[in-house]
T-cell receptor
Framework: RKEVEQDPGPFNVPEGATVAFNCTYSNSASQSFFWYRQDCRKEPKLLMSVYSSGNEDGRFTAQLNRASQYISLLIRDSKLSDSATYLCVVNQNSGNTPLVFGKGTRLSVIA | DAGVIQSPRHEVTEMGQEVTLRCKPISGHNSLFWYRQTMMRGLELLIYFNNNVPIDDSGMPEDRFSAKMPNASFSTLKIQPSEPRDSAVYFC??????????FGSGTRLTVV
């Protein structure tokens, strides 16, 4: 079983739609969780951290369910500029240990 | 700050040649990570350093791959001899303790 699993997509949605991505992780001892965004032919960049209580940043909402080892990202009112690959990322330990990346979910927002 | 700087941006080489990828982390960051990204396997960790010391190189595919970090401001990833299956985008990232990663722009390697 892969450490971090995501639906690869692509998700093709019209502008203004709400879209949700899901991710599962295998290591129950994982400590911290993130969503990264990667544009085509660019490097990954941090979108937001994911906290147990859930957190929101504008149109983006992230949720964590430790019992189910499940992470989600909700994007409301999709914009064309949201088109990218969204990577689910897990840190299995504290401190400066490596992040484990999912393979990503590709989103295309269509006019 | 200029961010994490990788060179070259693109490299095309013939099978059997030596390839050296370079990375300059952000000043003050004490951890450095080398990742490889392919369509099939996504982002895979190759090796990482804390305070210039290699901590885990279990992700290095085989003996053809080696990495060094002679000082806090420079790291190299070397492939010798290169093979077509090494073709990928190689990313370097740096971070402070407990901080987020900053990735470089990557090196797109093509081995023909």
């Amino acid at each position: 079983r892969k450490e971090v699993e995501q639906d690869p997509g692509p998700f093709n949605v019209p502008e203004g739609a709400t879209v949700a991505f899901n991710c599962t992780y295998s290591n129950s001892a994982s400590q911290s969780f993130f969503w990264y965004r990667q544009d085509c032919r660019k490097e990954p960049k941090l979108l937001m951290s994911v906290y147990s209580s859930g957190n929101e940043d504008g149109r983006f909402t992230a949720q964590l369910n430790r019992a189910s080892q499940y992470i989600s990202l909700l994007i409301r009112d999709s914009k064309l500029s949201d088109s990218a690959t969204y990577l689910c990322v897990v840190n299995q330990n504290s401190g400066n240990t490596p992040l484990v990346f999912g393979k990503g979910t590709r989103l295309s927002v269509i006019a | 700050d200029a961010g994490v700087i990788q060179s070259p941006r693109h490299e095309v080489t013939e099978m059997g040649q030596e390839v050296t990828l370079r990375c300059k982390p952000i000043s003050g960051h004490n951890s450095l990570f080398w990742y490889r990204q392919t369509m099939m396997r996504g982002l895979e960790l190759l090796i990482y350093f804390n305070n210039n010391v290699p901590i885990d190189d279990s992700g290095m595919p085989e003996d053809r791959f080696s990495a060094k970090m002679p000082n806090a401001s420079f790291s190299t990833l070397k492939i010798q001899p290169s093979e077509p299956r090494d073709s990928a985008v190689y990313f370097c990232a740096s971070s402070q303790v407990g901080g987020g990663y900053t990735f470089g722009s990557g090196t797109r390697l093509t081995v023909v």
